[in-house]
């Protein structure tokens, strides 16, 4: 039988200073009702307790381009923390 192993899904994300990094995708969604798209993403750092680093971002697709933002509101940030929450459950 062969090992079949999940493949990585890597996405390139490209800094205001031009400089280039590949990250691991763990889930990109879309909230429905507000057609708002995120992608959680990690560059599998660790941290002191030994845990992986996530990340989360907007997705921003108007300019053509895709482009990564933060995320600064507090409903919306509670939304996205209850997706992570079920995440976390089907492990």
Same mark, same amino acid.
């Given at each position: !039988?062969?090992?079949?192993?999940?493949? +990585?899904? !890597? !996405?390139?994300?490209?800094? &205001?200073?031009?400089?280039?990094?590949?990250?691991?995708?763990? =889930?990109?969604?879309?909230? +429905?009702?507000?057609?708002?798209?995120?992608?959680?993403?990690?560059?599998n750092e +660790? &941290?002191?307790?030994?845990?992986?680093?996530?990340y989360v971002?907007?997705?921003?697709?108007?300019?053509?381009?895709?482009? =990564?933002?933060?995320? &600064?509101?507090?409903?919306?940030?509670?939304?996205?923390?209850?997706? =992570?929450r079920e995440?976390? +459950?089907?492990?």
């Open positions: !039988m062969k090992n079949q192993e999940t493949e +990585k899904r !890597m !996405m390139s994300i490209v800094s &205001d200073d031009g400089s280039i990094e590949e990250v691991e995708v763990i =889930l990109a969604f879309e909230f +429905k009702d507000t057609k708002k798209e995120y992608v959680i993403y990690t560059k +660790k &941290d002191e307790n030994d845990n992986v680093t996530i971002s907007h997705v921003d697709r108007t300019s053509g381009e895709p482009k =990564l933002f933060g995320i &600064d509101d507090e409903a919306e940030w509670n939304r996205i923390k209850d997706v =992570l995440l976390s +459950k089907s492990e």
